[in-house]
């Protein structure tokens, strides 16, 4: 099996975080299903204990089943992939594009921040994904762009208002709604996760689903015991394969700094404004600035 995916794909590593996952899910599902048979047996002062009990460890359930899921279909996209011949092959399957198949949800995005909360790096699972995110990031506002961060589901009423240019610019993309989950700890968010919908009024269904995923990452790609990568400091994990890390549009504020004698916030409001003004994603654009190809007129 040759490998084509950047240094991320550790299948040893990830086989045995498939099979701890499991093991979780099952332990947990024990536990559930002996709350669950006590409730019949229970006094009525003792029935609530048991119920939430057993409700609780049905939670932990799915989400390790969710974590063992998502790690094992990224194994096996990315083993089908790699067996092909390498003329064949073409690019890696990306780590979201196998949470969204796991998920159900098509159109995610991951969007990672620093420590003072400003956005550090992206990865999508889509194009409509990338597109809405990269809105956000031009317009400089939509559900990752929002702080403090506000999680759950803004239906089609409210995505306008709250955003009064993410939400009709999105909407031009066939974006309805979004259900955002934040990343982390609810005290040290390391960032956030979204769902693009195509539906007006999101059930409660996919927000459950978007809220089991940013458990996932956290517990898995965002945890401090996964090993660092020598190189670039980042987790070895998949995810970290396929970050758009926002080297270029720092690179392309200090030009614009150094051009406009400013402020690196009114740089970046720059930027912003010429990406939107021409279409094109404020990357794109931080690329042509950075090669002298495009100046700020």
Known sequence: MWDGTGGRYDPPALRR??????????????????????????????????????????????????????????????????????????????????????????????????TDGREASVAVSDPIAARAHDLEYVLGEGPSQSTPLRPGVCGEPELVSRWPQFGPAVREIGVRAVVSARLGLDGAPMGSLTAYRSEPTPDAEVARAVGVLAEVLTTTALNPEVRLDGDDGLPVHPLFGDIDRRVLVHQATGVVMAGRDCTASDALALIRAHAFARNESVTDLARAIVARTYRLS
């Open 17 to 114: 975080l498939v099979e701890t996952e499991r093991g979780r899910a099952e332990r947990a599902e024990s536990v559930a299903l002996r709350h669950e048979g006590l409730m019949e047996t229970a006094s009525a002062s003792m029935r609530s204990f048991h119920r939430r009990m057993a409700q609780l460890h049905r939670a932990t359930e799915r989400k390790h089943r969710a974590a063992a899921d998502l790690h094992a279909g990224y194994l096996d996209a990315v083993g089908r992939w790699a067996d092909r011949p390498e003329e064949q092959a073409g690019v890696a399957p990306a780590f979201m594009t196998a949470a969204a198949e796991s998920s159900g949800i098509r159109s995610l995005a991951v969007a990672l921040f620093t």
